[in-house]
């Protein structure tokens, strides 16, 4: 079973900074692409930024210049560092990656898994 947990919401005045974080854990045995993804109320979830597993990056033209995501492969964990932040960031962000996992003795899984999101909030 893989579960993925974020950590580091919260709410900020604006120009205000957080830092998110995302820990896989369970059967892992590799993870290929991960990412942050977010979910404002009455609009559709957006990417944000994902990074591939040899560190290449993507961001959303919104968030360019003040979101740097990033990752650290020992700890099956990524990160994504908001400055700067604006009242239209406010969202709940999830955190999603691109994982096999073993499920048996000779079987692997490969999948999407999510986070449970965090709130990030953004207001004077």
């Known amino acids: 079973q893989v579960q993925l947990v974020e950590s580091g919401g919260g709410s900020v005045q604006p120009g205000g900074s957080l830092r998110l974080s995302c820990v896989a854990s369970?059967?892992?045995?590799?993870?290929?692409?991960m990412g942050w993804r977010r979910q404002a109320p009455g609009k559709e979830r957006e990417l944000v930024a994902a990074?591939?597993?040899?560190?290449?990056?993507d961001y959303a033209d919104s968030v360019k210049g003040r979101f740097t995501i990033s990752r650290d492969n020992a700890k099956h964990t990524v990160y994504l560092q908001m400055n700067s932040l604006k009242p239209e960031d406010t969202a709940v962000y999830y955190c999603?990656?691109?994982?096999?996992?073993?499920?048996?003795?000779?079987?692997?899984?490969?999948?999407?898994?999510w986070g449970q999101g965090t709130q990030v909030t953004v207001s004077p």
């Open positions: 369970g059967s892992i045995l590799s993870i290929d692409a």
């Open positions: 990074i591939t597993s040899d560190g290449s990056t």
């Open positions: 999603n990656a691109h994982i096999r996992s073993r499920i048996g003795p000779f079987a692997t899984h490969d999948g999407n898994h």
